[in-house]
């Protein structure tokens, strides 16, 4: 026999055979006709202790369709500055700036991005530091040959 559950109440019941199904407790009645058993089965439940079974429902229903936020044009760019400033010393201070910028904007309007704008700040900082200490090196080696 089939046991099926309320969309309403989440009563489980067993309907009579040939007839239309209808719950035993609030009375609510599929649009189902008489005798035809669900298009489905009941879903499995994983439901917490407490928690009220998954009710079957006898329509089915069309999926969402939903599209990802939008990303932070600001967070781009500072991913492409981070990229740049690896091979173009300087560009890494501008990728921090708009990593910073990027980030604030995200909290506040809540785009997508942020993985972006992290990249951004970590590739900026990261070739800032190396570019720094390579150009105090210079200085200090053509200082200390005598260069100046």
Partial sequence: MVR???PRCATTFEPRPGATPQCPSCGYTSNAPAGAAPAY???PTYAYPGQPP???TWTMQQPV???PPKSNGMAIAAMVCGIVGC???GVGIVAIILAIV???QIVRTGEG???MAT???VLGIISTVIYAAYFVFMFWLISAIGGF
């Fill in 65 to 67: 369709a939903t599209q």
């Fill in 102 to 104: 990027a980030k604030k």
């Fill in 54 to 56: 998954a009710a079957q």
């Fill in 113 to 115: 991005g942020s993985g």
């Fill in 41 to 43: 089965p009941a879903p």
């Fill in 119 to 121: 990249a951004g700040l």
């Fill in 4 to 6: 099926l559950t309320c």
């Fill in 87 to 89: 091979i173009t010393p």
